[in-house]
């Protein structure tokens, strides 16, 4: 059986002795020429790109993401362009995979199939649905198993154990750990050891998926994380892109300097 590319980006950077280096940017931020720009830069040093749908009721996306957000459904942005990015973007780059990450109200009235059709002939190789928690997301991501498409659960420092294995024994090659009890872009409100130590509890009862850490990731606290499969960087990066939407600079430079930077942190 071919193996997919997220299981491929894990295995190059396990070979590195590094995590897997995870990015996140909301589609269309802050054009649609600005946004594939943005991924074919950070492409040489991130592992897997994530692109967020834009949203105006998000759940866990903080003030950054919100403001990506807002600039992108300002601009007229819709589902359809999403995967006209990531079709333009793998025309380049189609060794690197592209995870979704979104609502499942987005996914519902676009229509599920329709949604996984599009998915395919675009070529996202995964998916995550914030608003979709198990069991209610088993049928849908059994759907995206079919289509040979991650569904990536979340796993959080509240999930119990005897959910823990549940969850895990229906996810795919890849589950999210949501790091801790807040929203993206918060400051880190435990240490990186005790992040940590709780990481290795769910290593410990899950067999062979990577597990990757999201929230509270930025160049001051990766290095203290590197002991993961992988760890995901958004809302700085986000937050690269206002900094330079405001100064009239080129955020495709000031982000690729950024994830440059990150990736430094954990070689």
């Given amino acids: 059986m071919t193996k997919s590319l997220?299981?491929?980006a894990f295995e190059k950077a396990k070979k590195e002795k590094r995590p897997a280096l995870l990015s996140y940017t909301v589609a269309g931020d802050t054009s649609f020429q600005k946004s594939v720009e943005i991924l074919i830069s950070i492409s040489k040093n991130v592992d897997i790109v994530e692109i967020g749908f834009p949203h105006s009721t998000p759940i866990a996306d903080?003030?950054?993401?919100?403001?990506?957000?807002?600039?992108?459904?300002?601009?007229?942005?819709?589902?359809?362009?999403?995967?006209?990015?990531?079709?333009?973007?793998?025309?380049?780059?189609?060794?690197?995979?592209?995870?979704?990450?979104?609502?499942?109200?987005?996914?519902?009235?676009?229509n599920e199939n329709k949604f996984l059709k599009s998915c395919k002939n675009s070529g996202v190789d995964g998916v995550i649905v914030v608003d979709l928690p198990w069991p209610e997301n088993?049928?849908?991501?059994?759907?995206?198993?079919?289509?040979?498409?991650?569904?990536?659960?979340?796993?959080?420092?509240?999930?119990?154990?005897?959910?823990?294995?549940?969850?895990?024994k229906d996810s795919h090659e890849m589950c999210y750990?949501?790091?801790?009890?807040?929203t993206t872009g918060g400051k880190l409100k435990v240490s990186p050891n005790n992040i940590m130590k709780n990481y290795f509890k769910i290593k410990k009862i899950k067999i062979n998926k990577n597990l990757v850490n999201g929230f509270g990731i930025t160049t001051?606290?990766?290095?203290?994380?590197?002991r993961a499969d992988g760890l995901v960087c958004g809302s700085q990066i986000c937050k690269e892109i206002t900094?330079?939407?405001?100064?009239?600079?080129?955020?495709?430079t000031n982000v690729s300097k950024l994830v440059y930077n990150l990736?430094?942190?954990i070689i």
Wanted: charged residues 20%; aromatic residues 10%.
């Fill in 263 to 265: 990736k430094r942190k």
């Fill in 243 to 252: 900094n330079s939407f405001q100064k009239r600079q080129n955020p495709v």
């Fill in 62 to 110: 903080g003030g950054q993401i919100q403001t990506s957000s807002h600039r992108s459904l300002k601009n007229g942005f819709k589902m359809n362009h999403i995967f006209q990015i990531v079709k333009k973007y793998k025309k380049i780059e189609n060794s690197k995979p592209v995870i979704l990450m979104g609502y499942y109200n987005m996914i519902y009235q676009y």
């Fill in 220 to 226: 001051n606290t990766i290095s203290g994380l590197k």
């Fill in 138 to 168: 088993r049928k849908f991501a059994k759907k995206c198993k079919t289509k040979n498409i991650c569904f990536v659960q979340l796993l959080s420092p509240t999930t119990s154990n005897l959910r823990l294995r549940k969850i895990i």
């Fill in 6 to 8: 997220i299981s491929l």
């Fill in 177 to 182: 750990y949501i790091s801790m009890l807040s």
